[in-house]
């Protein structure tokens, strides 16, 4: 049986290019990234920040800290998820986002969630 963590988020993320928002002769890409947020875990907890990484093609990375989400800084009880989309905008037609979220038990633990890499990729350029 698997371990059941105290503190355990677990993050998952759909891509979509926005054609209508690029400018491929300028090197503009733009994506939207619909990000899932679940409590896993068995401790309510609020997510306070982010840090993302978001890398293009050529390896030039972009940082980007802040607090929340879209906004929002949302308190996921147990079993309870938490759904977002935003967007980014990077000069090649293919890169990778990856990072975490910095977040607050009711408890007062301080732990971060692992958002996994994933890839931003304009249709039919990767095979």
Known sequence: ??????????????TT????????????????????IENTGQ???QLISRHWLI????DK????RGL?????????????SFEYTSGTAIATPVGAMKGTY???????TQFEAEIPEFILAVPRVLH
Request: avoid cysteine; aromatic fraction near 8%; charge should be negative.
């Open 1 to 14: 049986m698997a371990e059941v963590r105290k503190y355990h988020i677990t993050v998952s993320a759909r």
């Open 17 to 36: 290019y926005v054609p209508e928002q690029s400018d491929e002769a300028d090197n503009r890409y733009v994506f939207s990234y619909t990000i899932t």
């Open 43 to 45: 401790v309510a907890a």
């Open 55 to 58: 890398s293009d093609a050529h």
């Open 61 to 64: 990375v972009q940082e980007v």
């Open 68 to 80: 929340g989400v879209v906004g929002e800084q949302p308190l996921l009880k147990p079993g309870q």
């Open 102 to 108: 910095q977040m607050v038990a009711e408890d007062g």
